[in-house]
């Protein structure tokens, strides 16, 4: 493997002290607006793998919509970061874990965040979010299990938005709408040929499409990543273990 330049080993060492994740980490136990905006942030991106944790361990969905908000409310609240790690690195690791102490040991404290009560902690749209665990597959793993599942897909969902967005105009969406098909690595789908009639292109050019889709696509994915972990190493694993949980699907 070739070493890495300096200017490149500098700009990613200024993209790990910036990610979201990091910051949080980075301010310990001293909250400040920057890291609460960004656990903020993760929260809402990565809220609905623990509403799906949650009904898998056996929650009807108003109570596990009502635990989502109020765990988030718990955390984001007081100042929950002081005894997390750097070394522990990973959000979804700490996420789960802090949910899990949260039913151990603090639930019964929060009676008092009665159902009804509207927070502005994280909006969550848990009525497409029960929307969406109804249409998962049953199946036999445990809640943690499910969990890695749920935050593979959130995770894979968010990636393919950003690149959706990327193809704002209409008929860059219309060719991106078509092609998308090609990012799953499913075998069997269109070939490029019946495609390339489809769209009116030339063969070639349905291919060099699909190659810039599937190298923008694994950018943003390594991007969205890196806002989850402390270190560059990381990420590879991270990857690895994302696509390890939607291979079980």
């Not at 809220?47 to 109020?70: K, V």
């Not at 040991?105 to 159902?115: I, M, S, V």
Request: aromatic share 10%; net charge negative.
């Amino acid at each position: 493997m070739a070493s890495q330049s300096p200017q490149a080993a500098t700009e990613q060492a200024h993209w790990f002290a910036t990610t979201h994740w990091s910051v949080v980490l980075a301010a310990g136990g001293e909250a400040t607006p920057n890291s609460a905006n960004a656990l903020e942030q993760l929260c809402g991106a990565y809220w609905y793998p623990l509403f799906a944790y949650l009904r898998r361990r056996g929650y009807e969905a108003h109570d596990a919509q009502d635990l989502t908000q109020s765990f988030f409310v718990h955390l984001l609240e007081g100042n929950r970061l002081g005894t997390v790690s750097p070394i522990k690195g990973k959000f979804r690791s700490f996420l789960l874990s802090a949910l899990k102490n949260f039913l151990a040991n603090e639930f019964d404290k929060t009676q008092a965040l009665k159902r009804g009560v509207q927070f502005s902690f994280v909006p969550l749209d848990t009525e497409t979010g029960e929307a969406r665990f109804r249409l998962e597959p049953a199946h036999d793993l445990t809640p943690d299990r499910a969990f890695e599942q749920s935050w593979a897909l959130a995770l894979l969902d968010t990636v393919m938005k950003r690149l959706r967005a990327e193809h704002g105009d209409p008929e860059k969406a219309r060719v991106f709408d078509a092609l998308q098909i090609y990012l799953s690595g499913d075998k069997g789908v269109l070939p490029y040929a019946e495609m390339a009639l489809r769209l009116n292109l030339t063969e070639g050019a349905i291919k060099m499409a699909v190659l810039r889709l599937r190298r923008r696509f694994g950018e943003l994915l390594r991007a969205e990543i890196s806002q989850t972990v402390t270190r560059p190493e990381e990420v590879d694993e991270e990857i690895r273990c994302l696509f390890a949980a939607v291979t079980e699907i």
